[in-house]
């Protein structure tokens, strides 16, 4: 039996120091065999792979000639050739003949790390697993041993005194691999080392050509649409097959926000935890890239975990993810983000890759995000909100001196009508106010003071204020809110601004005698609280131009344009404090307006 101390490997240079013994080597039945034999057998061997070799016009032939010449003189229930690939992280594999079992075909990839390969790259000797179902050294003996495999030997493949990659054949006997057996396989590995080599590096080249057609295909795909997230589909499935993943993402960096700006596949609507399509900055990957510029890769999220939103990663059964910056004058702006549900899906390869498709992303990605913007001209309502501001103000001072001379005369058509211009002033000056709020929220990013709040009080709070107004509608007031406390990270001014204008739309939409119904709840990553009347509802139509405040056609703008203003303004506070805020409405059946904020971390 062969020496197999210090980790079951064994050069080539013990192979030969091992001496001949009757009755080793046999298998299934072989004679044992004497010196002079040995010689003849390799001898045969040698010939019989030359004229393979000389015969063989493709690799698979090749791998065919080599198992039919190994099969006749020892075990071979399974067989492979593993070639490790140019970035040196994964090991391609290949079935040595459609004639003896394998499961992993022309092209399937495994990680090199754990493997007897990675071992052999060191140390550059055959490795001898004798007896599975006794030792387990690597994780594929585990996948041998529950394929019946119980002896498993990897001998090397070198081309200029490097390994390339390895002979992996297996036996369902224990010990089938001796003196006799291992001699045989390395005067054969010596054989077809150079032609494998040779076919490996065209297979690389082939490689390298289809990468470059699926890159131009990405690049033509993004480059080609007015809008990437139309487009974001088709890429991402053109992407798949250079890289695969479960999951992949644009992220986006918006002010203090991340902005999940694609996604693929899209997510299944706001509910049912998850994580939010927008998020704060801080403790995020998108910071770290910010800070460090180069690309992230975690290996394992069940094992180590660098962000705190890789929690919900987790939980949503990825396992890995790597994260490729997109830079802008030098800075990171944007990322691609790609999730596996498979640990240790990416290594230098897929590093490799990405970053050179990253170079050429960015640019659309940033167009499309300038054009995003540019469709709210919010520089123009600024200043014609301060336009009209000034005049306006005006007005209402005088119409207001005006309407206190007459109320000195009696009651008439004159008190009405100045009644109606400071009214309809007053109610002009408070739309320009929301909309000047609207455009400093949207163009400059304000910056936000968060702390934990407990969300449960403040709403507990808000509904003593507007309680008096419920009651004088004849309203009833239902609160559906958990007994324990809900802290959420956001500010206590603004959070108090969203509840208010929720209640009062709410309040106004609600009919006499109607129900409105309060709801909060905890999710994964976020606070949950929404807001229901029993008001006429929207249509699918309505819903979208709730949030809208330009571009509404001339029949909207008598659509409680207050409300749109107060709406637009509540859903931009929302996306300042790392929320999102949304609606369900059915005509005749109420709304239901609704916004997350990000979870607090308590003690």
């Keep these: 039996m062969p ?39 390799q001898l045969a061997l040698v010939d019989k792979l030359s004229k393979g070799i000389i015969s063989s016009a493709e690799i698979s032939e090749l791998f065919q000639r080599f198992a039919d010449a190994l099969t006749e003189l020892m075990d071979m229930d399974w067989a492979a050739v593993g070639l490790i690939d140019a970035t040196g992280d994964s090991i391609h594999l290949s079935r040595l003949s459609p004639n003896i079992s394998s499961s992993w075909n022309l092209g399937t990839t495994i990680v090199l790390p754990g493997t007897p390969l990675e071992k052999m790259v060191q140390v550059k000797r055959a490795i001898v697993e004798p007896d599975l179902s006794q030792e387990s050294q690597f994780w594929p003996s585990v996948f ?86 139309q487009a974001y589909p088709a890429f991402a ?55 460090n510029k180069v690309t992230n890769i975690e ?132 739309r320009l106010v929301r909309l000047l709020e609207l455009a400093e929220l949207r163009t400059r990013t304000p910056s936000l003071e968060s702390e934990p709040l407990e969300l449960k ?20 007031l239902v609160l559906e809110i958990p007994s324990s406390p809900l802290y959420a990270e956001g500010n206590r001014d603004k959070v108090e601004q969203l509840l208010a204008t929720l ?21 994964v990553a976020n606070v949950v609280i929404e807001i229901q009347d029993s008001g006429s509802g929207y249509s699918p139509k309505e819903q979208k131009r709730l949030f809208e405040v330009y571009h509404l056609a001339e029949a909207d703008r008598h659509f409680l344009p207050d409300l749109r203003l107060a709406l637009a303004n509540a859903r931009e506070l929302v996306k300042l404090q790392g929320g999102e805020m949304w609606v369900k409405s059915a005509p005749g059946k109420g709304s239901t307006f609704a916004f997350s904020l990000p979870k607090a971390v308590t003690a």
């Design 3 to 41: 020496d197999l101390k210090n980790n079951n490997v064994l050069t080539g240079q013990d192979a030969e120091k091992i001496p001949d013994k009757q009755g080793v080597g046999k298998a299934r039945g072989r004679p044992a065999r004497g010196s002079a034999s040995d010689m003849k057998e």
């Design 144 to 229: 041998f041993l529950k394929q019946g495999l119980r002896s498993v030997v990897h001998m090397p493949l070198f081309f200029r005194r490097e390994v390339f990659g390895a002979l992996i054949i297996g036996s369902r006997r224990p010990n089938a691999y001796q003196e006799r057996e291992l001699k045989l396989l390395k005067y054969a590995v010596c054989q077809v080392a150079a032609p494998i080599e040779a076919a490996r590096l065209d297979i690389q080249k082939r490689r390298l050509t289809e990468t470059e057609t699926i890159i131009g295909k990405l690049i033509s795909i993004v480059s080609g649409s007015k809008d990437i997230a």
């Design 237 to 291: 499935q053109e992407l798949k097959g250079l890289v695969d993943f479960d999951r992949c993402s644009i992220i986006m960096v918006r002010g203090k926000l991340v902005k999940v700006f694609a996604r693929y596949p899209s997510p299944h609507g706001q509910e049912g935890g998850g994580e939010s399509a927008t998020y704060l900055l801080k403790g995020s990957p998108l910071e770290w890239l910010k800070a």
């Design 299 to 430: 290996p394992d999220l069940s094992q180590e975990r660098q962000f705190p939103v890789d929690d919900i990663h987790l939980k949503d059964g990825l396992r890995s993810e790597i994260r490729v910056p997109m830079f802008s004058h030098g800075e990171v702006f944007a990322a691609l983000e790609l999730s596996s549900q498979q640990p240790n899906a990416y290594g230098e390869r897929e590093k490799a890759l990405l970053e050179q498709l990253a170079v050429f992303l960015a640019a659309p990605v940033e167009n499309m995000h300038l054009r995003t913007l540019e469709g709210e001209p919010l520089e123009f309502i600024t200043a014609a909100s301060h336009e009209l501001k000034t005049p306006l103000t005006s007005v209402v001072a005088s119409s207001g001196l005006l309407s206190e001379e007459l109320q000195k005369l009696p009651e008439g058509a004159e008190k009405k009508l100045i009644r109606s211009v400071v009214d309809g002033a007053q109610a002009l000056g408070n």
């Design 457 to 476: 009080k403040a709403l507990k709070d808000m509904t003593s204020r507007i309680l008096p107004q419920v009651r004088a509608k004849g309203q009833v």
């Design 503 to 523: 209640f009062s739309n709410a309040i106004d939409s609600t009919p006499q005698g109607g129900t409105i119904t309060v709801r909060a709840a905890e999710q």
